[in-house]
């Protein structure tokens, strides 16, 4: 009961300050330093809004990065809303950065030893698409992830492990540089099998210098239509 309790507390608090998803992952499978010590990820997408997608062209990649980085004000508030909450409980803690912007090589390693998108998977949030993205059923590619790992009790997700994506080529179709290889995921796939990393983030590195990836141009995600407000 206390445990159920604590999560509804959680959950509610997390989506007062914004969360659109909330998910709970045991990630003890990983077998990792991290995952020994904090073997739940409380998984956290928050939607970007419809106007930021009608801005992802691929000459305005500024447009495309301001948005992605709009939202971390935001984000960063609901990671100090969760790890405020667990301190208070007597919980231990991690919260794993957000992707952008990543400033310096500390954060890197950090992003590079722990993925958001593996979280949301094992939260049973979504599935990961042909574009290598989180796919969400609600929401589709449309969200901005971060994690806090935590050692706290907390009832997990049914993990996803297998594509959703059937005979969609959206994004495939939709990636001007080919980046994209028209494969199904399933848990354990190389990434390299689902896209080319180094070509994409090279795209992005054109136009904006930052450190590490990711997205570049964003029509993979723009192309995408799981998600409520573009369904067809
Ligand atoms: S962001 Fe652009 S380059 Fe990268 S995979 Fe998507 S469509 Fe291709
Ligand atoms: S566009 Fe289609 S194939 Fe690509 S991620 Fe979305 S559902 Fe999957």
Redesign the pocket.
Known sequence: MKIINQQKILTNALKTKGASLVGYADISILNTYLSDKYPTAISLCVKYDDSFVDLWK?KNEENYHDSLTKLNPTMNEIIDTCTDQLKQWGYGYKAIPIAIPIKNEKQLNEINCFSHKFAATRAGLGWIGK???LITPEFGPKVKLCTVLTNGKFETGNPVETSKCNSCNL?FK???????KSHDWHIGIERDKL??AH??NN??LNAIHVIGRK???????Q?CLKGSHWKK
Request: hydrophobic share 40%; glycine share 4%; net charge positive.
């Open positions: 691929l574009s290598s993205l994004c939709a990636c001007p540089f080919n980046a994209i896209f080319d070509i994409c795209k992005r997205s570049a141009c964003g029509n993979c995600i192309a």
